[in-house]
């Protein structure tokens, strides 16, 4: 009986021992389809321009930066985000005088799941958790998931990627 009682507080030592690695986090899935007249994208480079027409030559309106919001204007439709050129059309808030114009799409993430931390959590350079640590995020940080690899996240890191062990 005695082996027994070691043997369990001992595997139990264990587990613990090997959660603390794990990194915690909320997760906050893409939004379902429904009432509202787009999804929200976030801006995944440093700087973006919100153009008149869907061209880059096009006149420029405004100036979003990294980690934006703009809502694209009927990414929930059957047919997809009003797109032209590879830009999609796009609001900047919810009023019916805010400013709307032309994002190029190579450089949104439309609808995404986000990672929230629950605590310090580390970033790899790649799917390795020997792999170097290219950040250590603080408790509460919100990053969009742009991928799920196995029991990986590959999230946007202020214009690069990185990955967070689920």
């Given at each position: 009986m005695k082996k027994f009682t070691w043997l369990t507080i001992l595997t139990a030592l264990i587990l613990a021992l090997g959660c603390?690695?794990?990194?915690?986090?909320?997760?906050?899935?893409?939004?379902?389809?429904?009432?509202?007249i787009g999804y929200?994208?976030?801006?995944?480079?440093?700087?973006?321009?919100?153009?008149?027409?869907?061209?880059?030559?096009?006149?420029?309106?405004q100036t979003l930066n990294y980690g934006d919001l703009p809502i694209v204007v009927g990414a929930d439709l059957p047919a997809g985000p009003r797109e032209e050129n590879g830009f999609v059309y796009c609001v900047l808030g919810d009023s019916e005088d805010s400013p709307s114009g032309?994002?190029?799409?190579?450089?949104?993430?439309i609808?995404?799941?986000?990672?929230?931390?629950?605590?310090?959590?580390?970033?790899?350079?790649w799917n390795d958790s020997t792999a170097p640590k290219v950040a250590l995020l603080d408790k509460g940080t919100r990053l969009p998931i742009l991928r799920e690899e196995g029991d990986w996240?590959?999230?946007?890191?202020?214009?690069?990627?990185?990955w967070i062990h689920k």
């Open positions: 603390l690695g794990a990194a915690f986090a909320e997760i906050i899935p893409a939004a379902e389809p429904g009432q509202q929200q994208a976030v801006v995944l480079c440093e700087t973006l321009t919100l153009r008149e027409s869907s061209s880059s030559s096009s006149k420029a309106l032309w994002l190029n799409a190579d450089y949104l993430a609808n995404p799941a986000w990672y929230i931390t629950e605590k310090a959590t580390a970033v790899h350079a996240y590959i999230v946007s890191l202020r214009g690069a990627v990185g």
